[in-house]
């Protein structure tokens, strides 16, 4: 029987692997098979029969082994081919992208180019792989003639995986400082309502630890204080989900023993938020580049969403968010997030571990 080179097997597929996230290459059938040709060149060949057991099981096991050479080798076969490629359609992939791009907005509506391109490109490239197309012209046919695929492009766009009281410290200033002090505003003004906004909200933990604590907190004013928190997310599927307030254990992480006693009901495998909580959250779905903000808040919540915007839109949310806040509101970041343009003088730090700031005067 024919002996095969199982590492040409296995170059080939990591190259398939490597070139979905490149937008920068050819990927032309020739431009390929003189990456793989390059590849071979450079490291010593491995052959097998499938006589000598089964081929996939084989691949497997050198691809385990052999996985850095290989890798390596096609590193340098890209960047050696694409010195002199066959076809230039560098600027044909930047037009094809930018389709995508054009019609995604007219079909749903989310207009994506102020987000990073490097981002986006990443994530796309996963539904990309799903499908099996190699290019954004074959995924954009995939769009148009799939509409299904929308809810699966946008579950990998937009940022939708949290937990319950996610990093702790943050949780613990809200509880102890900033809710207390809000409270203590509230009965100085003779105010009876405390508005919060989520944004960015993805699966609702967010928005229903925020109930959680304020709930706790407001237990002991009686009948003189009510919370209502505003939470969106551009996701609708997120929106949907979140409403229900059903969760798997493992967001659950953090929850104390108390808390998931009092303010959850076991429900088979998952667990269920209780009523009480669930009333004080409302959702919505909205577009934080295109939406109107929600306005007269007490404290607005974005954490984690900033890293995927390019400064300018950063700057422009921020402002935004601004706007949003009542004099002396508060406003929470994502702990690698930070403060930029103009809104660095109308925010104090009042936590800077915590990335919480404090809106200190009117813009003028």
């Excluded at 096609?74 to 389709?99: G, T, W």
């Excluded at 766009?157 to 943050?170: A, W």
């Excluded at 088979?268 to 938020?273: S, T």
């Excluded at 103009?342 to 936590?351: G, I, K, N, P, T």
Aim: glycine share 4%; proline share 2%; hydrophobic share 40%.
């Amino acid at each position: 029987m024919k002996a095969r080179n199982v590492m040409e097997d296995i170059a080939k597929k990591y190259l398939d692997e490597i070139l979905i996230t490149r937008f920068d290459v050819c990927k032309c059938a020739q431009c390929r098979e003189d990456m793989i040709a390059y590849t071979l060149s450079r490291i010593p060949p491995r052959y097998v029969t499938t006589e000598s057991g089964t081929l996939q099981t084989i691949m497997e096991q050198q691809k385990v082994e052999h996985a850095s050479e290989v890798l390596k080798e096609l590193v340098n076969a890209i960047k050696v081919v694409s010195q002199n490629p066959h076809r230039k359609i560098v600027d044909d992939e930047n037009k094809a992208y930018e389709m995508l791009m054009r019609q995604i907005k007219l079909d749903r509506g989310v207009d994506f180019s102020q987000y990073r391109d490097r981002v986006l490109k990443r994530r796309i490239a996963l539904r990309m792989r799903a499908c099996n197309v190699n290019s954004y012209s074959e995924y954009l046919q995939v769009l148009i003639h799939n509409s299904a695929e929308y809810e699966e492009l946008f579950e990998v766009l937009t940022i939708n995986v949290s937990s319950f009281f996610r990093d702790q410290q943050v949780w613990d200033a809200l509880k102890t400082r900033i809710f207390p002090g809000i409270i203590e505003q509230k009965k100085q003004k003779d105010y009876k309502k405390i508005h919060i906004w989520s944004a960015g909200c993805a699966g609702g933990e967010e928005p229903y630890s925020l109930a959680i604590l304020l709930y706790e907190l407001l237990e002991r004013e009686g009948d003189e204080m009510k919370a209502e928190i505003t939470a969106t997310d551009i996701d609708k599927e997120s929106i949907r989900d979140a409403e229900k307030g059903l969760y798997d254990r493992g967001v659950l992480k953090n929850v104390s023993s108390y808390y998931l006693k009092r303010f959850f009901i076991p429900i088979k495998d998952k667990y269920l938020v209780a009523p009480q909580i669930k009333s004080l959250v409302k959702f919505k779905q909205h577009d934080l580049i295109q939406g109107i903000p929600i306005a007269g808040v007490d404290l607005v919540i974005c954490r984690n969403v900033f890293i995927y915007f390019n400064r300018s839109l950063q700057e422009h949310l921020i402002m935004k968010f601004y706007n949003a806040l009542v004099l002396s509101g508060y406003f929470v970041m994502g702990n690698s997030e930070n403060m930029l343009g103009e809104a660095r003088q109308l925010f104090s730090v009042v936590d800077g571990d915590c990335r919480i700031f404090q809106k200190i005067k009117i813009a003028t």
